[in-house]
């Protein structure tokens, strides 16, 4: 008769936040897990926004669900905002302590005659240069305007240390789509667990994040 083994098996604390956000302007629910495979379903009323969402889940491997309700008749400024908000909020959640994460990621994505190269620190501590421009006012019904509020909204809310450049291109939909691809890509790389360390939060400091007065050593 075979002996009976037990063997404690460690599961991975799941990396999963809903995030619930309203205001007078939008309902926003959005829900993230970062292990996921790149399952989304996403409604934001605004076409253009959720084939975008759906190309940084894909990209990224993380799962997103999200429902926004915005006050779209005025324009799509608050919902495309709020949507940046509402799910770096949840990632950041998700991300917890951030320890064990890789912290930093890059990608340089090519899309036709288009490149566009995205490198950031999942450092918590917000910050974003956006060195895209675009030579049509509008994607769809999308003022291309927003793509940088919502970059902002997310980096600030994530905690994310994100650049992005595109280095060259033509077609406005393929410059935009080639800066989610790269941040979905980065984000990626970045929030990884790293085998080798998966124990420690990634910084000499002991903690992420900002809030050190001299700035120093993060
Ligand atoms: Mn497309």
């Given at each position: 008769m075979a002996e009976a083994k037990s063997a404690v098996v460690v599961l991975p604390v799941a990396r999963r936040a809903t995030v619930k956000r309203a205001t007078k302007e939008t309902q926003i629910e959005a829900t993230v897990n970062?292990?996921?495979?790149?399952v989304y379903d996403v409604h934001t009323g605004i076409g253009f926004l959720d084939h975008m969402m759906e190309q940084l889940s894909r990209h990224s491997l993380i799962d997103i669900h999200l429902r926004a309700k915005g006050d779209l008749h005025i324009d799509f400024h608050h919902t495309t905002e709020d949507v940046g908000i509402a799910l770096g909020e949840a990632v950041s959640k998700a991300l917890?302590?951030?320890?064990?994460?890789?912290?930093y990621g890059e990608a340089t994505i090519p899309m036709d005659e288009t490149l566009t190269r995205v490198a950031l620190d999942a450092s918590n501590r917000p910050y974003l240069i956006w060195k895209v421009n675009f030579?049509?006012?509008?994607?769809g019904d999308m003022d291309t305007e927003l793509f940088k509020e919502w970059f902002q909204a997310f980096a600030q809310n994530a905690g994310l240390t994100l650049h992005v450049e595109n280095l060259y291109g033509e077609n406005n939909h393929h410059i935009v789509e080639s800066s989610f691809k790269a941040l979905a890509r980065s984000l990626r790389a970045s929030i990884?667990?790293?085998?080798?360390?998966?124990?420690?939060?990634?910084s000499t400091k002991g903690v992420l994040g900002g809030g050190s007065a001299d700035g120093q050593n993060v």
């Open positions: 970062l292990d996921g495979t790149g917890g302590d951030r320890k064990g994460i890789v912290r030579t049509r006012p509008k994607l990884a667990i790293d085998p080798r360390k998966a124990d420690a939060i990634p």
